[in-house]
């Protein structure tokens, strides 16, 4: 089983920036293991769906959502077993729980019904 643990959120003003990391273990959870999986970093505002913001695959290569492509760079550590999402120019729109999430597959590929396992989430709030 592996479990997802997310930080670094918290209040910023617009224009600001923020970094969420998100650390993964489990007894039978490796580097290895770690590696061998995407990584998808995904978000939910009050009354709205959840929504997926970018993921990366095993080898680094990152796919985002259009609203956050340009101010957004997610990046991994696999030594570290460690996602970590770099939020700049943030705009009001960005508040949300933002929850990061491990693809039973090595690639992103478009289905979110691969990402099986989730972290309980870290709030962001933009302050305009």
């Known amino acids: 089983q592996v479990r997802l643990v997310e930080s670094g959120g918290g209040l910023v003003q617009a224009g600001g920036s923020l970094r969420l990391s998100c650390a993964a273990s489990?007894?039978?959870?490796?580097?290895?293991?770690?590696?061998?999986?995407?990584m998808g970093w995904f978000r939910q505002s009050p009354g709205k769906e959840r929504e997926f913001v970018g993921a990366?695959?095993?080898?680094?290569?990152?796919t985002y959502a259009d609203s956050v492509k340009g101010r957004f760079i997610i990046s991994r550590d696999n030594a570290k077993n460690s996602t970590y999402l770099q939020m700049n120019n943030l705009k009001p729109e960005d508040t949300a729980i933002y929850y990061c999430?491990?693809?039973?597959?090595?690639?992103?590929?478009?289905?979110?019904?691969?990402?099986?396992?989730w972290g309980q989430g870290t709030k962001v709030t933009v302050s305009s």
């Open positions: 990366i695959n095993w080898a680094g290569y990152t």
């Open positions: 999430a491990a693809s039973a597959r090595a690639y992103y590929t478009g289905s979110h019904s691969d990402f099986d396992s």
């Open positions: 489990g007894h039978t959870f490796s580097s290895r293991t770690f590696t061998s999986r995407a």
